[in-house]
């Protein structure tokens, strides 16, 4: 079942000790991985990298993010040619011992990244002869986080905190010792609803990739497994949309910073139903892909204001995007540990339904949450507003078990990955950790979906009504939500207003026998 492709760098002089190979994993495709400048290997050092089946196998994975990551590993094995022993294998440490001549479960002698995942750094670390080197991709090395984190100044592990402290320490968006403008936060300014009569932004559309023959291989291959039964997928695969190389990468991030950052940070948290993308850059996937350094993407935005080519407000939102949360999340699935995995402090233990399971647009009425629903089924991907108060706000509202709401979000977005998911569903989505992460839980009823995006208009339901045939599953799922922990969040000062809400409610009866009554249903 094995298949080794590539072959490995010939030859050297006379006298020198072979460097030794170095394991390269899917999310580390960039060339800044394989620098010996920045504790790379040796610049000569073979390359190993292992397509393993049965990380398909463990999960019913959406069909796009699997053509995009072995689109992705297989563009770079190209670029890379014989420095590379490229392997198909069923796992990597069959893998492994086909790369290097070993026996499977024998020592090796290897270089590796620090993996992303626990599982992945578990793995390399029982190993015996592997040295791991130190994390790549991130601004923030994690013993300096440890520093920040103990401080004990009072900032908790909030996220404002620790990104005014990377903008300090980076020199991000700074004079002298103050931030541009004046201010740290323009969320203000970024937190307009979309512009009314819109179907669409008037921007310049996302920079798009062209498929080539690699892509097309991958795509027969995960034809050939499905239809073999050897792999189930969900949702739909192609055209891609996303950056595979370097190259398309830098493409990517050139057309954003160009003709879309100018106007990304106005309506960075609106939702339009027929423009998904708005002026979002799409670049979570290249960036988790390890094609992009999260500095250089930075740096370009912040170059843009200091020219004069993008307003402070966009550039500020995109910095706050990638320095901030995107760190603050890599930081905090280390930090808190694994068994942060398995928290559920809400105690929600109701499983997901099938249909959401599926991807079932199609068996959904209320219109925000059928259309979120067909963007993931189409594309893997939606942004961070529908993802938070569309889809999570589901979940949150009917009670499912968090950790099958993580594992649904890491299968079916192109850009999940475990370190990315867990602690944006345990913690932000979910509220599972009890707000070791975030002061509240993030859900809302239909009078936020209805300024904020444009889904309300067309639905059967109605964003005020909590009761009838009408009523929003949003609206009631709030209030019911609300009920059901009222003691927990009478408690918080950020939710006890909302909490004091339910005492207005003459229909409160009413409503919690329509949203028991609504069960698992599709709403």
């Not at 559920?344 to 233990?349: D, F, G, V």
């Not at 529908?386 to 949150?396: C, E, T």
């Not at 099958?404 to 867990?422: E, I, K, N, S």
């Not at 909590?466 to 009920?483: E, I, K, M, N, S």
């Amino acid at each position: 079942m094995a298949e080794r492709t590539a072959g490995r760098s010939a030859g050297r002089p006379a006298g020198r000790t072979a460097a030794r190979p170095h394991w390269l994993f899917g999310d580390q495709l960039g060339p800044h991985f394989l620098d010996p400048r920045h504790g790379g290997p040796d610049a000569d050092a073979p390359v190993v990298m292992i397509e393993a089946r049965s990380v398909l196998r463990r999960r019913r994975f959406h069909r796009a993010k699997a053509h995009l990551v072995l689109s992705a590993m297989r563009h770079r094995a190209a670029e890379l040619g014989d420095r590379v022993s490229y392997v198909r294998a069923e796992t990597y440490a069959d893998g492994l011992a086909r790369a290097l001549g070993t026996r499977s479960g024998g020592d090796v002698r290897l270089t590796v990244r620090h993996p992303t995942s626990r599982r992945a750094l578990e793995f390399v670390s029982g190993l015996d002869g592997v040295e791991v080197l130190p994390p790549k991709g991130f601004l923030v090395d994690r013993s300096d986080f440890a520093q920040w984190a103990g401080r004990g100044s009072g900032h908790g592990l909030r996220l404002e905190s620790f990104y005014r402290w990377v903008r300090g320490r980076h020199d991000l968006l700074m004079d002298g010792g103050e931030p541009a403008g004046g201010r740290w936060n323009l969320d203000h300014d970024n937190r307009e609803p979309p512009p009314r009569g819109s179907a669409t932004l008037d921007v310049r559309g996302p920079w798009l990739p062209v498929e080539d023959e690699i892509d097309e291989e991958v795509r027969r291959d995960l034809d050939r497994w499905e239809r073999d039964g050897e792999v189930e997928f969900v949702g739909r695969d192609g055209p891609r949309r996303f950056a595979v190389t370097r190259r398309e990468a830098l493409a990517a991030l050139r057309h954003f910073i160009t003709h879309r950052l100018p106007d990304f940070g106005r309506y960075e948290d609106a939702v339009l139903a027929a423009d998904p993308v708005m002026s979002h850059s799409l670049l979570s996937v290249p960036l988790n892909l390890g094609l992009l350094d999260p500095a250089e993407c930075v740096e370009r935005a912040e170059r843009a204001w200091r020219s004069g080519a993008a307003p402070l407000n966009s550039v500020e939102g995109f910095v706050r995007q990638i320095a901030g949360w995107r760190e603050y999340v890599w930081q905090l699935y280390w930090h808190f540990g694994e068994d942060y995995r398995t928290r559920n402090e809400l105690r929600h233990t109701t499983p997901l339904p099938g249909w959401f399971l599926d991807l079932d647009a199609d068996a959904v009425t209320a219109n925000c949450l059928s259309t979120v629903l067909a963007q993931v089924r189409d594309t893997g991907w939606t942004h961070h507003i529908p993802r938070l108060m569309v889809l999570g706000s589901r979940a949150l509202q009917d009670g499912w078990d968090p950790a099958a709401v993580t594992d649904w979000f890491h299968r079916c977005f192109v850009d999940g990955y475990d370190w990315v998911m867990l602690p944006n569903v345990i913690g932000m989505s979910q509220y599972a950790d009890g707000g070791l992460m975030t002061t509240k839980p993030y859900t809302t009823g239909g009078a936020y979906l209805h300024r904020m995006t444009d889904f309300c208009g067309p639905c059967a339901y109605r964003p005020t009504a909590r009761t009838g045939d009408h009523a929003c599953p949003y609206t009631t799922g709030y209030w019911a939500f609300l009920h059901r922990h009222r003691t927990r969040l009478a408690a918080n000062h950020r939710t006890t207003r909302a909490v004091q809400g339910l005492d207005r409610l003459t229909d409160l009866p009413d409503l919690l026998t329509l949203a028991t009554h609504r069960g698992d249903s599709p709403p």
